[in-house]
């Protein structure tokens, strides 16, 4: 769906984007990330035919856009941090509006209400927009950008200002629309990348760092796979059991209890799965698990090193 190769973009001295690469397939929903001023809106502009690249070639439904920024467009829907909105207009007045700048050929009344449904907009499609809450008038701004049903959806910090219902709806509604077009969501908010995106692209200085799935991301910046063990059973006799599962580099109890288990701080050799491995163990031996899960790679601490480790080498 998206073809990115050597992409470039200098502003006189200052060089925005530096040989950035990736593709995006069809119905993947895709993370864009990174700090502050490291390219992410140029890269959606240059994608949505607003900026031309200095370098590169970019293609989007396998239409080169330069070449043929207007066709290119018809297969993107975008919609900006703020959504450009008529206020004195009514939700509806306002789609019809959008449908006949983007010139669609799709039935146009049952088109809009297709979408009026899916966004769930039917309630205020006859109030001002000006009248509408932030949540409301960033479901117009999406529907907006669905509007012709374009193959591909650009959608720049769709959650900011909304409140926690209304962040929790419209990644639902996100994760709805990856059944149908293909998603490319840019976010600050790490807690959303991970909720939404199967994959994550994060800049910085212009850079492409890492092109991961989401939850791949750990094996760029850790040695190890850190788990935490609720187990019930003998504490040392756990502790030694443990140590000689394959796949297990070491172990440790915490000291701490969950009920009657210990609780254990388990770290794996890099690039090996023991868990299945301790659970046979464990089970063998007739020590329940009571909780499990992984630690020490949540996706915020895994940013904040990438982006460290990328500036320390520049």
Same mark, same amino acid.
């Given at each position: ?85 008529? #206020?004195?207009?009514? &939700?509806?007045?306002? +789609? *019809?509006? @959008?449908?006949?700048? $983007?010139? !669609?050929?799709?039935?146009? /009344? ?123 059973? #003998?504490?040392?006799? &756990?502790?030694?059991? +443990? *140590?000689? @599962?394959?796949?297990? $580099?070491? !172990?440790?109890?915490?000291? /701490? ?58």
């Amino acid at each position: 769906m998206i073809e990115v190769k050597h992409l470039t973009k200098r502003y006189g001295h200052f060089l925005a984007l530096e040989d950035v690469s990736f593709q995006i397939g069809e119905g993947e929903i895709v993370g864009l990330l990174g700090p502050n001023g490291a390219g992410k809106s140029t890269v959606m502009n240059i994608l949505t035919g607003c900026l031309s690249a200095s370098e590169g070639e970019v293609r989007v439904a396998g239409v080169d856009v330069r070449e043929h920024p207007t066709e290119a467009k018809k297969s993107v829907g975008y919609l900006p941090e703020q959504p450009p909105l008529y #206020p004195d207009m009514t &939700v509806g007045e306002y +789609l *019809r509006f @959008v449908y006949d700048l $983007k010139q !669609v050929d799709l039935p146009r /009344e049952p088109h809009l209400k297709e979408i009026c449904e899916l966004v769930k907009l039917g309630d205020v499609e006859h109030r001002l927009i000006g009248h509408l809450s932030k949540g409301y008038r960033q479901r117009v701004g999406i529907a907006a950008a669905l509007i012709g049903d374009p193959k591909l959806v650009i959608f720049d910090e769709p959650t900011v200002g909304l409140d926690p219902k209304q962040i929790i709806e419209v990644r639902h509604l996100l994760r709805t629309l990856a059944k149908r077009h293909t998603v490319l969501l840019s976010t600050h908010i790490l807690a959303e990348a991970k909720a939404v995106c199967q994959r994550v692209l994060i800049l910085n200085h212009g850079q492409l760092i890492a092109d991961e799935a989401t939850d791949a991301l750990a094996r760029k910046v850790e040695e190890n796979t850190h788990f935490q063990y609720s187990i019930i059973g #003998p504490e040392k006799d &756990v502790v030694k059991l +443990l *140590r000689g @599962v394959s796949g297990v $580099k070491d !172990v440790i109890s915490t000291g /701490e209890r969950d009920g009657e288990a210990w609780v254990y701080a388990l770290s794996g050799v890099a690039g090996q799965d023991c868990r299945k491995a301790v659970y046979y163990a464990l089970a063998k031996q007739g020590y329940p698990i009571i909780a499990a899960g992984a630690v020490g790679a949540d996706l915020e601490s895994i940013f904040i090193r990438l982006v460290d480790n990328a500036t320390s080498k520049q």
